[in-house]
């Protein structure tokens, strides 16, 4: 946050004393990351509260719904971008100071450090919200290489290509639309409980079916509810066992898919008697 705000307080006096609206669109992008993050940074906080009596799968769905802010900022932000660009783009002005380049380089630079390291960090803990933050500096970075080429034109040869800059600031507006509703998808897919990829169903059969005593796995679900997934799992055991024995299977599974998938938050375990799926109506 500390960064961004350091960006976006230069772009924006070095834009508007320079005269460059590429710079200045930069500039208001910049800006919205340190809004940007501060949500995360409250989401992330009530996420990592315990679970309690009226939310016992816990708070993570919080760190998603910033995610879903996040997104729907950049829409926001975007959109207002491209449309301050583009206003008296055919007006007659003095071209934009060389120095506006340097606030331009200098958040290509740092944007590009803070990006992969909040890939890397989203994507080992898997934090829709740090990765919506990461996608937010990635755009930083395209944004700030769109408004250098802008400029750079404008700089060159001012009598052909002064509107240059103005397109650059549009452009930058635009690809921070694309990048909110990108945003706002893959956050939407997690609040409707879409399913985790294959690789990782399967490692949770798998890692049931490796406790003794655990014959097939009928059914298997998973939801994500922040950072990790709760899953609801039906368990076949065979039908002669005492309830008090299946019980014990079942916990255990519970015990070994927790301790083997740090992706994996709690599992629910329903037993039922192996070989008897006809029973239910099913093939």
């Known amino acids: 946050m500390a960064v961004s705000a350091s960006l976006a307080v230069s772009k924006l006096v070095i834009g508007w004393i320079g005269g460059s609206n590429s710079v200045l669109a930069d500039g208001v992008e910049s800006a919205g990351d340190v809004l ?3 949500i995360i940074l409250l989401g992330l906080t009530v996420a990592s509260r315990p679970p ?3 939310h016992p799968y816990g708070h993570g769905r ?4 910033t995610g879903l802010a996040v997104g729907i900022g950049l829409a926001v932000v975007g959109l207002l971008i491209t449309f301050r660009s583009l206003q008296d783009v055919h007006a007659a002005h003095e071209p934009p100071a060389l120095y506006t380049i340097w606030p331009l380089i200098a958040s290509v630079i740092a944007k590009s450090a803070l990006s992969t390291y909040k890939f890397r960090v989203g ?5 829709s919200a740090i990765v919506a933050d990461a996608w937010n500096d990635f755009v930083d970075i395209l944004s700030g290489s769109v408004a250098l080429c802008a400029l750079g034109m404008t700089l060159y040869d001012p009598s052909r290509f002064l509107a240059a800059d103005h397109y650059g600031g549009a452009a930058v507006g635009l690809i921070v639309i694309v990048l909110g509703f990108q945003v706002i998808r893959e956050t939407t897919y997690t609040l409707m409980d879409t399913m985790p990829e294959d690789e990782m169903m399967k490692a949770v059969r798998a890692s049931a079916l490796s406790v ?3 014959l097939d796995v009928e059914k298997c679900f998973a ?6 997934y709760h899953v609801d799992l039906h368990l076949e055991v ?3 066992l005492t309830v008090r024995r299946g019980h014990s299977i079942a916990e255990e599974v519970r015990n070994k898919i927790r301790t083997d998938l740090d ?3 709690d599992v629910l375990v329903h037993v039922e008697p192996y070989g008897e799926r006809a029973w239910h109506g099913e093939s």
């Open 238 to 240: 065979d039908p002669e």
């Open 223 to 228: 939801r994500k509810t922040g950072l990790r």
């Open 52 to 54: 309690d009596e009226n």
């Open 212 to 214: 003794p005593g655990a």
């Open 263 to 265: 992706f994996v938050q």
């Open 123 to 127: 994507k080992r803990i898997r934090s």
């Open 62 to 65: 919080f760190e998603t719904l």
């Open 36 to 38: 940007a993050s501060g």
